[in-house]
């Protein structure tokens, strides 16, 4: 049944300390501040957002007390940068590039224990849904999140790049029961898997802007990149991300319309530090930064004109269960 999820929006934020690399320092949590302007914009178009927070930004005392004024205006769900999270080893101290697929799985499973209670700690209510950071989700992480409690991942999407591969473009756009046999590393998966109740997958929203024959995907993404633009300028292909720190707003609009057409949700990806000057390489000067809560703002009005609904991530993931019954 893919028409039900038209016209459902999902706004996803990963609450993450300021991108190290562009403040120069690790550690640093000012765009926090930005949270509260980017939920009161969320608020005045009845969409309740879903933050996804990692383990430093859920310890910030102003991060707790956000989490609580919200009250069920938002869900708070949980982010992996596996580095900042304990047990910390020695060698993933301050290795900011840290991938979870990296760490080993009875220390992930530790983190990730660690990484929920941290953030219900903050939240007030233990978390039900996850990002892996760098979108690196892995058999091990599925099973230990399972495990703890977590019904909706967040991770993975046909469109995503892995380094320089596209390994998940068969993967449905819609939310969908998590098959592990989908995700990277299929070793790790372990027999304990078929007595849990298996996540819900909702994957990141990246569209062509016009219709594009999915067995030509691959096809695509293995062309030069000078030949993507050229199919880009004629407008023939073009691969739009549901991104407001990468798109226009009229892109974004794009990629609403597409993304109703098609059926499927459309998940909005934000990260905390774009929503404050100068703390993401993306959102630099404070027009940057009036300019990216502008395209936020144009999406959400756009979905409003059109009688769009909005879900959090636990919703879209039980919506996914309460369909297979
Ligand atoms: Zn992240």
Redesign the pocket.
Known sequence: MLGRWAKQLVVTV?V?PDDPWVVERSGEYRSLDGLGRFHELCRRYAVRPTYLL?YSAASELRCAAFARSCGDSAEFGA?L?PEEVPPIAEVERGNHTLRPSAVEPGRLREKLANLAERVAAAAGRRPTSY?A??GDFTPAQAAALAELGFEADSSLGPLEKMGSAYPFLRLPLEPHVLDPADLLCKSAIGNRQSAIRPLVEVPLTSVFRRPFPRRLFGVYFRLPGIVRGALRAAGLAEALRFRPAAASADDLVAVCCRTERMGVPAVMTV?SNELWPGTSGSVVTEAACAAYFERVERVLAHCRERGWSCRTLTEAARAVREGAR
Do not use: I, L, V
Request: no cysteine.
């Open positions: 990963s993450e990692t982010h940068h990002r950071g760098f990260h």
